[in-house]
């Protein structure tokens, strides 16, 4: 028999099987042919430090929120207290200049209140000098009195006049002094909002101390890969460790254009697996793509239009846990569309 005519009978039998596979696909229920996966969470690194421990390996159990990894933070407790000095500083220069206010603010009025007093004491005096003056001036003018008892009341007066001076000056000194309060109280609250930053500093610094501990997720996971070691520098955004929830997994497939109205997300389905033929799991359509993908580069006829598929995942109600990624199984559509409860 010639090459060509082998090849004849090899295509016919390739035909004939692919045909009575489409026969029976479209006798039997419809199903889907996919992988089981699981949502693989890789936990990186927000700072720079050298790794000192990962305490779980590949395929160890992680608790919730369990330590995956722990960097050297020393720089970071060293910046953390230098920080609590400043501000332990600032508390009490804070506290000194409050003292300090009072005190002032307390003597500072005793003071005014001392010239008020001497200023009407001296304004007083130069108003009785000034009538004593007037007197003797008539005295003197009808000869009662002496010239040299006139020139004695005169200087008294003007005496007494000095000393009102005086005393308005002390009094408007004193209370010039009071812009030295204003500017202590000033003094004060750039001490309080140097505060506050030197806070809102050391909460951003334990904030960054904290990302010096690397955490898996808020849920049980187990580890998948390792990508860093002991004695290791972590950068911002390297990969520590990728963890898998157990009980999150589902079985990905691609469902055929023509096929793809009646795929719903919500729709129940059951899946046997190939490592458990026989056994079907409950299952329940969550994701269907809103766009296609397609195996063939161009698109010009119809039979290239109806390679498009739309991939979708099934996720996988029961039994979760022993599932295996990777595992290979058929996604079933039930009679009523709904599936097993």
């Known amino acids: 028999m010639s090459r060509r005519g082998v090849l004849v009978i090899v295509a016919l039998a390739v035909a004939a099987t692919a045909a009575l596979w489409f026969?029976?696909?479209?006798?039997?229920?419809?199903?889907?042919?996919?992988?089981?996966?699981?949502?693989?969470?890789?936990?990186?690194?927000?700072?720079?430090?050298?790794?000192?421990?990962?305490?779980?390996?590949?395929?160890?159990?992680?608790?919730?929120?369990?330590v995956v990894a722990h960097l050297d933070e020393q720089d970071i407790q060293a910046r953390i207290g230098s920080k609590e000095h400043e501000l332990d500083v600032l508390d009490a220069d804070i506290r000194t200049q409050e003292e300090r206010i009072n005190l002032v603010q307390a003597t500072w009025q005793r003071d005014v209140s001392a010239h008020r007093a001497e200023l009407d004491q001296a304004e007083a005096g130069s108003r009785l000098a000034e009538r004593t003056y007037t007197r003797e001036e008539a005295l003197v003018k009808t000869g009662i009195s002496p010239a040299q008892t006139l020139d004695d009341r005169r200087a008294a007066r003007d005496q007494a006049r000095s000393g009102v001076e005086r005393a308005h000056e002390m009094l408007a000194r004193t209370e010039a002094e009071e812009r030295m309060i204003t500017l202590a109280k000033q003094e004060l609250a750039s001490l309080h909002a140097k505060r506050e930053l030197t806070v809102a500093q050391l909460e951003e610094l334990r904030v960054t101390q904290g990302k010096y501990t690397i955490r898996a997720p808020?849920?049980?996971?187990?580890?998948?890969?390792?990508?860093?070691?002991?004695?290791?520098?972590?950068?911002?955004?390297?990969?520590?460790?990728?963890?898998?929830?157990?009980?999150?997994?589902?079985?990905?497939?691609?469902?055929?254009?023509?096929?793809?109205?009646?795929?719903?997300?919500?729709?129940?389905?059951?899946?046997?697996?190939?490592?458990?033929?026989?056994?079907?799991?409950?299952?329940?359509?969550?994701?269907?793509?809103?766009?296609?993908?397609?195996?063939?580069?161009?698109?010009?006829?119809?039979?290239?239009?109806?390679?498009?598929?739309?991939?979708?995942?099934?996720?996988?109600?029961?039994?979760?846990?022993?599932?295996?990624?990777?595992?290979?199984?058929?996604?079933?559509?039930?009679?009523?569309?709904?599936?097993?409860?």
């Open 23 to 66: 026969v029976n696909r479209r006798s039997g229920p419809r199903y889907y042919t996919g992988f089981v996966e699981g949502e693989e969470r890789v936990l990186r690194s927000e700072v720079t430090g050298r790794v000192l421990e990962v305490p779980y390996l590949e395929g160890a159990a992680v608790p919730s929120n369990g």
């Open 218 to 341: 808020a849920v049980p996971t187990v580890v998948q890969t390792q990508f860093i070691w002991p004695g290791e520098l972590a950068q911002p955004g390297a990969a520590i460790v990728s963890v898998l929830d157990p009980a999150d997994k589902y079985v990905q497939v691609y469902v055929p254009v023509p096929e793809v109205g009646g795929f719903r997300v919500g729709q129940r389905v059951e899946i046997e697996l190939d490592s458990e033929p026989g056994r079907r799991l409950p299952g329940e359509v969550e994701f269907v793509a809103d766009k296609a993908t397609f195996t063939p580069e161009k698109i010009e006829t119809r039979s290239d239009r109806l390679g498009q598929v739309y991939r979708a995942k099934v996720r996988v109600l029961r039994d979760v846990e022993r599932l295996q990624p990777g595992t290979e199984g058929n996604v079933y559509l039930t009679n009523d569309g709904t599936g097993p409860g």
